[in-house]
């Protein structure tokens, strides 16, 4: 049986952070992963309600969304998908809440090879199977 890649919502605003998270990507073998992605929290919100997502990888700063209002409307959307953060906002104190609130893993974008955070997302995603 063949295996199906991974379907993650990528929701990020900043071209530059998805030309890196597309390369990340396409270093896997093809159909690894099925990444689609949205610039916006409201795009994100219209994808969740008509497709099927084993995973979203989310930035918290959108052009209309901001901070851990974020996470909760995409949660709000789609009850126990797993959430990885992958912010610039180097703050534990919005980590710890980020994941007090059921985001599986906040990353910081500064501080993380791309390569790694797909490895982490692979890795939540595998667990919820």
Wanted: aromatic share 8%; proline share 4%; charged share 25%.
């Amino acid at each position: 049986m063949e295996s199906k890649g991974i379907k993650v919502l990528v929701v990020e605003d900043n071209p530059s952070d998805e030309r890196i998270l597309r390369a990340a990507f396409e270093s896997y073998p093809k159909g690894s992963f099925d990444a689609v992605y949205e610039t916006c929290l409201q795009g994100a919100l219209q994808r969740l309600a008509r497709e099927e997502f084993e995973a979203v990888l989310l930035d918290l700063f959108l052009p209309d969304a901001f901070g851990l209002e974020t996470l909760q409307k995409v949660q709000e959307a789609r009850a126990g998908i797993p959430i990885v953060v992958w912010t610039g906002l180097h703050d534990q104190g919005t980590a710890l809440h980020a994941l007090e609130l059921g985001a599986r893993c906040y990353l910081v974008k500064d501080f993380l090879e791309p390569s790694a955070l797909i490895k982490a997302l692979r890795g939540y995603v595998t667990q919820e199977k």
